[in-house]
């Protein structure tokens, strides 16, 4: 298993932006750099202890994402070839999880994307017949395939929790004419993510993608379906009715439910068995999704 790292310091560029899991360093006047760390974070509290292999995993996932998706619009994605990476980053440490991407102006909201009742959702239906105020059928249980993809909104906490809003917020956040555009291209980019995922046997249950302008067009920046930003169940294993096997972040949080955690910082304390165990969840979507065998690089 390779070194993890928690932060990265790159010589000669200057680090712009600290986030839970990415760091985030100017390049030029059209270009940044973004860093995947090994950092955690679930329920928007950044865990002590690394994944291993984390970083690099979201950033080449990422990138194959970002090319599969290229026909539904643009996107701040260049390159993670090495090559093509500043010269302090081309070290093996940092080119693995490193990738090149164009200045946007950042929408600042979260755009979740949901096409199963799991996580939050299943309480919220739980107690009200709703998720993020939305009216669902009677009768679901855990896990059940709603009757199609619901577009539910959050607001980007850059500290603390992130708080779901309903696309009428949203519309008086930014406008109603780029709320209707968001809602548009996450479902799409959504339902192409469920295809290609079910193709390889994974469901992909909910997901969430975020925004901004290039050039006053919109497009898809950070990172995209990720088994940090996205649920993926096992279709043999799937079974509604309970929390089926998937292959994300689910494993910490039922880890840290279970310890009865109040999801504020500090974090638990993970013990190696679910450190190990999330880091082979996460290189197993990998390879499921891409069809390549992983192989770490440093």
Not at 59 to 70: G, I, M, P, V, Y
Not at 254 to 271: Q, R, S, Y
């Amino acid at each position: 298993m390779s070194n993890a790292m928690l932060q990265t310091e790159i010589p000669g560029l200057e680090l712009i932006h600290r986030g839970k899991v990415r760091e985030t360093y100017e390049v030029d006047d059209r270009h940044l750099l973004l860093v995947a760390t090994d950092r955690l974070s679930a329920f928007d509290v950044v865990f002590d202890q690394p994944i291993p292999d984390k970083g690099a995993v979201l950033t080449r996932l990422s990138a194959w994402w970002f090319e599969q998706l290229a026909g539904l619009g643009r996107s701040h994605f260049v390159s993670a070839d090495p090559a093509d990476l500043p010269e302090p980053a081309r070290d093996p440490s940092l080119a693995d999880r490193s990738m090149l991407v164009r200045r946007a102006r950042r929408v600042d909201a979260e755009c979740v994307v949901r096409g199963y009742l799991a996580g939050s959702g299943w309480a919220e239906y739980q107690r009200a017949g709703t998720v993020c105020g939305m009216p669902l059928p009677a009768g679901l249980r855990e896990a059940d395939r709603l009757p199609e993809p619901i577009f539910t909104p959050s607001t980007k906490a850059e500290v603390g929790h992130d708080e779901n809003i309903s696309t009428a917020q949203l519309a008086d956040m930014v406008g109603a004419d780029l709320a209707r555009q968001l809602e548009e291209r996450s479902i799409a980019l959504y339902v192409e993510g469920a295809r290609r995922a079910e193709s390889v046997g994974l469901i992909l249950a909910d997901t969430k993608f975020e925004f901004g302008f290039i050039d006053d067009e919109l497009a898809v920046i950070d990172e995209v379906l990720t088994p940090d930003s996205s649920r993926f169940w096992d279709g043999e294993a799937y079974a509604p009715g309970s929390s089926p096997q998937s292959f994300d972040k689910q494993f910490v949080r039922d880890f840290v439910a279970a310890t009865g955690w109040n999801k504020e910082p500090p974090a638990p304390t993970l013990p190696d068995d679910v450190i190990r165990g999330t880091r082979d969840r996460y290189v197993a979507a990998y390879e499921r999704l891409t069809g390549r065998t992983w192989e770490a690089t440093a």
